[in-house]
């Protein structure tokens, strides 16, 4: 089975995925949630529709970088004489006009390293999902592909007659091809190109360099951190689980879902990690956009996820033009767990609000309001604790009163009389301080298996990998018992050949066949609290092994095989190696001390 060898590019608006070839094979437009005018990637085996490539004759060897510190992609691809060609692909984002610029537009750079070598440009995307072949017009520097109510302009300064009729022609100077809207490009493209690459270039730099980074595994860090903005849209503050949809779990498996929305479930992880970061801008944005998602109104019903945007839907459907990944269907549009009861997100939005409260940095207003909005979750929480739910891995079919879900309703009662505190209101405070206490007590009561470690429900017997994450929130201190205990459970029971499952009970699609790579940082991060430091550095490293060339993660690998699966790239795969690599890495003085 191949494995997800794929780069992205993007600048907050669009992103592509591009493979080991330079062919772009996943492009969403004209946001990172839209129609996959480039959808090759979930196109069967050998997809004739939607991809952009480069074909060089007689092609023997290609390699690829990410320029550093940057989402700027370079391929170099040789043929069999020697010639050379580069590929630059890149998503525009600058500083222009005195704000953030950032098109949905790629552009693409195509460059001679040798002379008389001989190339076809191949472009050919579809709509609606692969439904819609497109209407094909042009003029004399552009080429418009249209289907029904979306329309995608490539501009170009080469022979619009090699662009249509995919032509060889031998390359003698640079071309640029600028995919995009259905707008003129008012300015010459070679300039115009280089202008953009520059300042992108640049623009990714500076970001980088005000990151807070840890001493060990920078590029690591610096490339999970780029992962994880290309997975946030700047416009709204979003950021989605993942660039993609319906990349199985597994080989040969129904488990593929939609994962182009934002589930609050990770908000909490992912504030955390930007937090560690320092990268307060994406930060700030992202926590107003939960806030504003989940408290539009007074209803407190509360989906697990949110689409970019409130006009999108999250409705599940198929789209039955595409065949699905190496085959392997069916391609989703929405998922059905919008609809699902899950408990655990009550806590979820607590604890992403909660960073407004104390963090100097942030400029929020109305906090006492935000805290009355805040109240109703709290009740809401303590009511809906001790009953059942679909839990934090989504059961279709079948419902339980699970830890994880129960510990972070627990997790909003005990934050909450904090932030009553720090708001004011302290007869507040004490009565979310001992509602939490009385949950707490419960949990723990019925968590705890005879043996002296926890249950991932209540009341049975059943290993969870959410319960990693109890001392994360506080439910239990890293040293108590019952935690060791829990590790030695999950290691005996979940832990394949240095990965981790989330569980191993047969669920609605059988016996999970994947690790999931966040679980396994969860592992790492409980090792490391618990002062195992050694076995979690281990664990860790195995992890960074089963990155693609490019240093990225996708949600699942096949422990036997090493091959990822998922849906790619997954901003909480990367959010959990942020994670750990802070909680490992040696501090900068102590590594400086030693080194010298």
Request: hydrophobic share 45%; net charge negative; charged share 20%.
């Amino acid at each position: 089975m191949q494995s997800l060898d794929l780069a992205a590019i993007g600048n907050c608006a669009v992103a592509s995925l591009i493979d080991r070839n330079g062919r772009h094979v996943w492009f969403c437009f004209p946001r990172i949630d839209g129609d996959p005018v480039f959808s090759a990637l979930v196109n069967g085996d050998e997809p004739q529709h939607g991809f952009m490539d480069v074909m060089v004759c007689d092609a023997v060897e290609t390699s690829q970088r990410y320029l550093r510190n940057t989402a700027v992609l370079e391929t170099t691809i040789t043929d069999r004489n020697g010639g050379q060609v580069r590929v630059i692909d890149f998503a525009p984002r600058l500083q222009r006009f005195g704000r953030s610029f950032r098109p949905p537009m790629l552009i693409r750079r195509i460059e001679p390293l040798t002379k008389r070598v001989r190339l076809a440009v191949r472009i050919r995307p579809h709509f609606h999902y692969g439904a819609t072949k497109p209407a094909i017009s042009f003029g004399s520097n552009h080429v418009r592909y249209s289907g029904g109510e979306m329309a995608l302009r490539v501009t170009a300064d080469m022979a619009v007659a090699y662009i249509l009729e995919e032509s060889e022609f031998s390359l003698d100077r640079p071309v640029n091809l600028f995919i995009g809207p259905d707008e003129s490009v008012p300015e010459a493209p070679d300039s115009l190109a280089q202008n953009f690459l520059a300042a992108t270039i640049e623009d990714w730099r500076l970001w980088v360099r005000g990151l807070s980074i840890p001493f060990e595994w920078q590029n690591e860090v610096i490339r999970s951190a780029i992962t994880l903005k290309l997975c946030s849209c700047e416009d709204t503050g979003a950021i989605v689980a993942a660039l993609t949809t319906s990349i199985p779990e597994a080989p040969y498996t129904a488990r593929n879902w939609d994962y182009r929305f934002c589930w609050l479930r990770d908000a909490f992880f992912t504030v955390g990690a930007l937090n560690r970061l320092g990268a307060t801008r994406t930060m700030e944005n992202f926590i107003r956009f939960v806030i504003d998602a989940v408290l539009r109104s007074d209803d407190i019903a509360i989906a697990p996820l949110y689409p970019i945007s409130a006009a999108t839907s999250s409705e599940e459907r198929l789209a039955p033009a595409l065949a699905g990944y190496q085959g392997m269907g069916p391609v989703r549009i929405g998922n059905a767990a919008v609809s699902q009861i899950q408990n655990d997100v009550y806590g979820s939005i607590v604890l992403t609000a909660a960073q407004m409260f104390w963090d100097a940095r942030l400029t929020y207003t109305g906090l006492s309001t935000l805290y009355q909005q805040l109240r109703g979750m709290g009740r809401v929480a303590a009511r809906c604790a001790m009953t059942v739910d679909a839990g934090p891995w989504e059961y279709r079919e079948r419902t339980s009163i699970h830890t994880y879900s129960a510990a972070m309703c627990w997790a909003a009662l005990h934050r909450l009389a904090l932030i009553a505190e720090r708001v004011g209101e302290h007869a507040d405070a004490a009565e979310w301080e001992g509602l939490a206490a009385k949950l707490r007590a419960e949990i723990l009561t019925r968590a705890t298996m005879p043996e002296g470690w926890i249950s991932g429900v209540l009341d049975g017997p059943v290993a969870d990998a959410t319960c990693l994450l109890l001392p994360e929130i506080g439910l239990l201190p890293a040293n108590d018992p019952r935690v060791g205990r829990t590790l030695d459970i999950i290691a005996k029971r979940l832990l394949r050949d240095g990965f981790v499952m989330r569980y191993d009970e047969a669920d609605d699609f059988g016996r999970p066949e994947t690790a999931f790579l966040v679980c396994t940082f969860w592992y790492v991060d409980a090792l490391a609290l618990a002062g195992r430091r050694d076995e979690a550095r281990e664990i860790f490293n195995n992890v960074l092994a089963v990155r693609n060339a490019a240093g990225l993660l996708s949600e699942d690998v096949l422990a036997d095989t090493r091959v990822l699966w998922g849906n790619f790239p997954q901003a909480y795969s990367h959010v959990g190696l942020i994670h750990s690599a802070a909680r490992l890495s040696r501090g900068w003085e102590e590594a400086l001390w030693r080194a010298s």
